[in-house]
């Protein structure tokens, strides 16, 4: 069975660019989570996803970060426009069950010069 | 104070030793425990849910005490493999959202 993906693994880009980050969850997994680790701190939670809809997105640091499952399926994460404290990694989750164990991907790091 | 707290570390033991970390949490509605480890550039991968009863992977010991609003993790006979960061992670109230601890450096040495 096919884990969390997430893609791209790395990516580097110029403050003031946009960037997508996309998450495949493992399949039937109906709630996706998107986290983040800045450099020297824990992980942070970003966002919750039931199928498509957004449970809970506490954790966005502000709008300029959007993220969309539609279908409810695979997830998308935008960062527009980038700014140098955005640079991180980024973990995306998926669980069966609300309160369950979750399964992370690689995660995608980001670097914003 | 964070909601999840852990004792940073780091921890260096020789191979075979037995080591304890524990971790508390601030929010009393708090449901569901969990292990998770991380090695070095990777992502957090669980290494067990952590039960009010108490429960036992091999080598892994993982406690709850939901009074004092703690948690354990027991390792046993410490292998070089198990060096890594270990993740104290608690579902806060709701179910939405994993709280991570900053996490528990663990290296051991022959």
């Known amino acids: 069975e096919a884990g969390v993906t997430q893609f791209p693994s790395h990516s580097v880009i110029e403050k003031g660019q946009t960037v997508t980050l996309r998450c495949d969850p493992i399949?039937?997994?109906?709630?996706l989570y998107w986290y983040r680790r800045v450099m020297g701190k824990e992980i942070k939670f970003l966002l919750h996803?039931?199928?498509?809809?957004?449970?809970?997105e506490s954790g966005m640091p502000n709008n300029r970060f959007l993220a969309e499952r539609t279908g409810g399926t695979y997830s998308t994460l935008k960062v527009q426009p980038a700014e140098l404290e955005d640079s991180g990694v980024y973990f995306c989750?998926?669980?069966?069950?609300?309160?369950?164990?979750?399964?992370f991907g690689q995660g995608t790091r980001l670097t914003v010069v | 104070r964070k909601e999840v707290e852990q004792d940073p570390g780091p921890f260096n033991v020789p191979e075979g030793a037995t080591v304890a970390f524990n971790c508390t949490y601030s929010?009393?509605?708090?449901?569901?425990f969990f292990w998770y480890r991380q090695d070095c550039r990777k992502e957090p991968k669980l290494l067990m849910s952590?039960?009010?009863s108490g429960n036992e992977d091999g080598r892994f010991t993982a406690q709850l005490n939901r009074a004092s609003q703690y948690i354990s993790l027991l390792i046993r006979d410490s292998k070089l493999s198990d060096s890594a960061t270990y993740l104290c992670?608690?579902?806060?109230?709701?179910?939405?959202?994993?709280?991570f601890g900053a996490g528990t450096r663990l290296a051991v040495h022959p």
């Open positions: 399949s039937g997994h109906d709630n």
């Open positions: 952590v039960y009010s």
């Open positions: 996803f039931v199928k498509e809809s957004k449970q809970d």
């Open positions: 929010n009393s509605a708090s449901q569901s």
């Open positions: 989750a998926s669980s069966q069950d609300p309160g369950t164990a979750a399964f």
């Open positions: 992670v608690v579902f806060s109230g709701g179910y939405n959202k994993l709280i």
